[in-house]
């Protein structure tokens, strides 16, 4: 199971490797870069928005916008060293959800964070996490 666990997490380390670089590459306007990035993530994007909105259309959307963002942003995952498909189902998250429910969620977050005597920590940028 451990040999399991460790090939797993290689996998995992060897695709953010590349998603950071195809990232860079983004970064720079390379819109090839971009179209490679998108056929090698949009379907966990796809999903993740399609389990909140409940409909194909909205999810349609609601995955063009994520990409917008990582086109606008590509250069803010490796200076906040997250994890590229962490940070692209945050986007896809923050933009399917309602902006009521963004905002709901935030302050139970930071209620938490404050009740459990970690309140000095902020949590990821706004530019991460908002749309």
């Known amino acids: 199971m451990s040999e399991e666990r460790t090939a ?3 996998a995992s380390a060897d695709e953010d ?7 860079s590459r983004i970064a720079l306007g390379d819109r090839a870069a971009l179209a490679e990035f ?15 909105v409940r409909g194909d259309r909205e ?11 990582v086109w606008k942003q590509a250069s803010s995952v490796s ?9 692209l189902l945050i986007l896809t998250r923050h ?8 905002a709901r969620t935030k ?8 009740e459990s005597g970690h309140g000095g920590h902020e949590g990821p940028p706004d530019d991460l996490t908002t749309p």
Do not use: K
Not at 17 to 23: D, E, I, N, Y
Not at 38 to 52: K, L, N, P, Q
Not at 60 to 66: Q, Y
């Open 79 to 87: 200076r906040h060293g997250f994890h590229v498909v962490s940070w």
């Open 38 to 52: 998108y056929d090698r993530t949009v379907s966990r994007v796809y999903a993740c928005a399609r389990a909140i």
């Open 107 to 114: 302050a139970r977050v930071r209620r938490a964070l404050l």
């Open 95 to 102: 933009r399917a959800l309602p902006p009521g429910e963004v």
């Open 8 to 10: 797993a997490n290689a």
């Open 17 to 23: 490797a590349v998603l950071r670089t195809l990232l």
């Open 59 to 69: 999810a349609e959307l609601a995955t063009e916008d994520v990409y917008l963002q």
